[in-house]
């Protein structure tokens, strides 16, 4: 059984939406910070948006204002809404516990945004 599940990409226009979901498993969520990734081909993985077990957010500056980061601890689910999406948010997506080292560093499939201008 796959403990990380990833839905939602898909092709947008510049400036739409998207939400973003992830299923976890409770091994995952169940203690542990939080994040979206995001990779490009050819360049490295960057987390995206962070959030505590507790709810506390942070999001790298080009994402700032456009996405939200939530979680749902009982249902060991995360979001990402995003919003005003740029061509320059094209990449493919992956949840995953943060930091993402050791025993996390095990990676689902993802989930493929492709922003068109």
């Known amino acids: 059984q796959e403990e990380l599940v990833e839905s939602g990409g898909g092709l947008v226009q510049a400036g739409g939406s998207l939400r973003l979901s992830c299923t976890t498993s409770?091994?995952?969520?169940?203690?542990?910070?939080m994040a979206w990734y995001r990779q490009v081909p050819g360049k490295p993985r960057e987390v995206v948006a962070t959030i505590t077990t507790t709810g506390s957010t942070n999001y790298i500056g080009a994402v700032k204002g456009r996405f939200t980061i939530s979680r749902d601890n009982a249902k060991s689910t995360l979001h990402l809404q995003m919003n005003s999406l740029k061509p320059e948010d094209t990449a493919l997506y992956h949840c995953?516990?943060?930091?993402?080292?050791?025993?996390?560093?095990?990676w689902g499939q993802g989930t493929q945004v492709t922003v068109s201008s």
């Open positions: 995953n516990a943060y930091p993402a080292i050791g025993e996390y560093d095990r």
């Open positions: 409770r091994r995952i969520s169940r203690d542990n910070n």
